[in-house]
């Protein structure tokens, strides 16, 4: 390298810019891919986009840290966009009361189906302690998980990546399964989303309709709150 | 649209100072949109701007977890060492959670209908 380039580099892979740049550009990337499938489920653009950004930190020597310096703009703004759904969340209550005991009922199956059969399995096939704690939150909403974990002697980095890829499978899955079982409700569909694979299910739900979002969105909200109060209740009976 | 950011980030920091303040496990953008929840209710809809600023930030919602799941990379070892149990976890885990999910809410939705 010439010595331009060189301190270029240095000046780049410094600054917040990089970081935020290529997470804008590689999701760009991801989302005409995402479009150009047909919006098929199968061509996740969180897969996609997280996928390109590792080989990329790969290729290049990149530490994490460096990359999350400008990604943490993106990152950051989870918070008002959770804020946000209570919006989507008005404009459907009309139709979320109506359903009041059905939704009762699938958060709390949901919430400690999640949370059970993920350190069941994991524990079955030899994961290890630290490993089981982490995966207990994973259908919980990223910011609520990490801090769960952190509470029951989890990993909360590994939770949220534990997370993330529980969203995207769910929200890869979730059409063919509804649709094999034979559920055609949007409120059940999105509520049964929310509750799995939250806000990566939310934003699969919104692209089915505006109801299915809205009930994804309710259940990832209430889901977050009914894990953070039963699961330290309920660990110590899955040990 | 300045107007809603802000909004959204002053019940998102009102949420933060009640969790925080009281010990709550529920992180403070929860109790954010708790919050804004009640105030929707109380003036009976949201105004056009905050609307369409949320509809922004919700349509791509996608984007906000691409940082978060890049940490990958963080547990790379991890996940090499202990790649069967993580993959049917998640596998099984999620299958199982929407399937069930969804299926004890048809069966309740359908008692609601029938009266029973």
Same mark, same amino acid.
């Given at each position: 390298?010439?010595?331009?380039?060189?301190?270029?580099?240095?000046?780049?892979?410094?600054?917040?810019?990089?970081?935020?740049?290529?997470?804008?550009?590689?999701?760009?990337?991801?989302?005409?891919?995402?479009?150009?499938?047909?919006?098929?489920?199968?061509?996740?653009?969180?897969?996609?986009?997280?996928?390109?950004?590792?080989?990329?930190?790969?290729?290049?020597?990149?530490?994490?840290?460096?990359?999350?310096?400008?990604?943490?703009?993106?990152?950051?703004?989870?918070?008002?966009?959770?804020?946000?759904?209570?919006?989507?969340?008005?404009?459907?209550?009309?139709?979320?009361?109506?359903?009041?005991?059905?939704?009762?009922?699938?958060?709390?199956?949901?919430?400690?189906?999640?949370?059970?059969?993920?350190?069941?399995?994991?524990?079955?096939?030899?994961?290890?302690?630290?490993?089981?704690?982490?995966?207990?939150?994973?259908?919980?909403?990223?910011?609520?998980?990490?801090?769960?974990?952190?509470?029951?002697?989890?990993?909360?980095?590994?939770?949220?990546?534990?997370?993330?890829?529980?969203?995207?499978?769910?929200?890869?899955?979730?059409?063919?399964?509804?649709?094999?079982?034979?559920?055609?409700?949007?409120?059940?569909?999105?509520?049964?989303?929310?509750?799995?694979?939250?806000?990566?299910?939310?934003?699969?739900?919104?692209?089915?309709?505006?109801?299915?979002?809205?009930?994804?969105?309710?259940?990832?909200?209430?889901?977050?709150?009914?894990?953070?109060?039963?699961?330290?209740?309920?660990?110590?009976?899955?040990? | 649209?300045?107007?809603?950011?802000?909004?959204?980030?002053?019940?998102?920091?009102?949420?933060?100072?009640?969790?925080?303040?009281?010990?709550?496990?529920?992180?403070?953008?929860?109790?954010?949109?708790?919050?804004?929840?009640?105030?929707?209710?109380?003036?009976?809809?949201?105004?056009?701007?905050?609307?369409?600023?949320?509809?922004? =930030?919700?349509?791509? %919602? /996608? @984007? $906000? #977890?691409?940082?978060?799941? +890049?940490?990958?990379?963080?547990? *790379?070892?991890?996940?090499?060492?202990?790649? =069967?149990?993580?993959? %049917? /976890? @998640? $596998? #099984?885990?999620?299958?199982? +959670?929407?399937?069930?999910?969804? *299926?004890?809410?048809?069966?309740?939705?359908?008692?609601?209908?029938?009266?029973?």
């Amino acid at each position: 390298m010439t010595p331009q380039i060189n301190e270029l580099w240095v000046y780049l892979s410094t600054s917040p810019l990089l970081g935020l740049t290529l997470t804008l550009l590689a999701y760009q990337g991801a989302w005409w891919i995402h479009r150009r499938a047909g919006f098929s489920p199968l061509a996740n653009p969180v897969l996609l986009a997280v996928a390109a950004l590792v080989a990329l930190l790969a290729v290049t020597d990149t530490p994490y840290q460096t990359y999350f310096d400008g990604a943490q703009f993106v990152h950051f703004l989870l918070g008002p966009a959770t804020v946000a759904l209570a919006v989507p969340l008005y404009l459907q209550f009309q139709r979320v009361r109506a359903m009041l005991v059905p939704v009762i009922v699938g958060l709390l199956v949901g919430s400690v189906v999640a949370a059970a059969s993920a350190v069941l399995v994991a524990r079955l096939f030899g994961a290890s302690l630290a490993t089981q704690l982490s995966l207990a939150p994973k259908s919980v909403t990223t910011p609520i998980a990490m801090g769960i974990a952190e509470r029951i002697g989890g990993i909360p980095s590994l939770t949220a990546v534990l997370v993330i890829s529980t969203g995207i499978l769910g929200a890869v899955l979730g059409r063919y399964l509804f649709d094999a079982l034979r559920i055609s409700d949007p409120a059940i569909r999105g509520f049964a989303t929310g509750i799995t694979a939250h806000g990566i299910g939310t934003a699969r739900a919104f692209q089915e309709s505006e109801q299915a979002g809205a009930f994804a969105a309710l259940a990832m909200g209430m889901n977050g709150l009914v894990t953070a109060l039963l699961l330290p209740a309920l660990l110590p009976l899955l040990q | 649209m300045i107007a809603a950011l802000t909004q959204l980030l002053v019940l998102q920091l009102v949420g933060e100072v009640i969790a925080r303040g009281l010990n709550l496990p529920i992180p403070g953008p929860v109790i954010g949109m708790l919050l804004l929840f009640l105030a929707l209710a109380l003036r009976r809809g949201p105004t056009s701007d905050l609307q369409s600023t949320s509809q922004g =930030l919700l349509q791509h %919602l /996608s @984007l $906000l #977890f691409v940082p978060a799941g +890049t940490g990958i990379v963080l547990h *790379l070892h991890r996940v090499a060492d202990e790649w =069967l149990p993580l993959l %049917l /976890s @998640l $596998l #099984f885990s999620t299958v199982l +959670t929407l399937a069930l999910t969804a *299926l004890v809410m048809r069966l309740c939705a359908r008692r609601v209908v029938t009266g029973e």
